[in-house]
């Protein structure tokens, strides 16, 4: 497609749910990133995927949360048990360049919301 | 690591007055530095880039941001805003190897 997709655009799940957010990055983008943006604050990077290189997860936030991505397509991030302070808006980027060497281009996020 | 920090939270100008919002990092090596901006109910985007030559760079919408290695900062400038202006701007630095790092943020509002 011509951007970044991300679904659902909306989620609302109670306590103790597990939720799937999907990511579809611009066709050719070897570079994918999650971050995530808690309310009035900046935003924290998640997890980090470059072609076939091991991901970089060093930002995931614990280990209920995880994210694959297959090949240099879709990605999903998956976060278990899901707790309030997981709410948030969830962004998705891709770039044709290797980590912090090029422009991001992000999707419209995943506004996730637990009850 | 790196670390990005943006001085003002909130920012409320009139039309036609001049913008400055602050970015400083901090990373000791060669850095790559971005200005994204989200206008309201739009995904993030980008707005300037430095990579290397000159440190005045020029973006879209009349925007500019200097690069002062000695001061490890970033500003962003406009010299007269526009409401369409009212945003929120994110500052972002990435180095080879390393994933971007954003600031906090600075929402801009511009009154008519």
Known sequence: GAGVSQSPSNKVTEKGKDVELRCDPISGHTALYWYRQR???GLEFLIYFQGNSAP???GLPSDRF???RTGESVSTLTIQRTQQEDSAVYLCASSLNPAGTGELFFGEGSRLTVL | AQSVSQH?????LSEAASLELGCNYSYGGTVNLFWYVQYPGQHLQLLLKYFSGDPLVKGIKGFEAEFIKSKFSFNLRKPS???SDTAEYFCAVGSAGNMLTFGGGTRLMVKP
């Open chain 1, 66 to 68: 995880s994210a694959e």
């Open chain 2, 8 to 12: 003002n939270h909130h920012v409320i």
């Open chain 1, 39 to 41: 309310l009035g604050q």
């Open chain 1, 56 to 58: 970089d997860k060093s």
């Open chain 2, 81 to 83: 805003v526009q409401w």
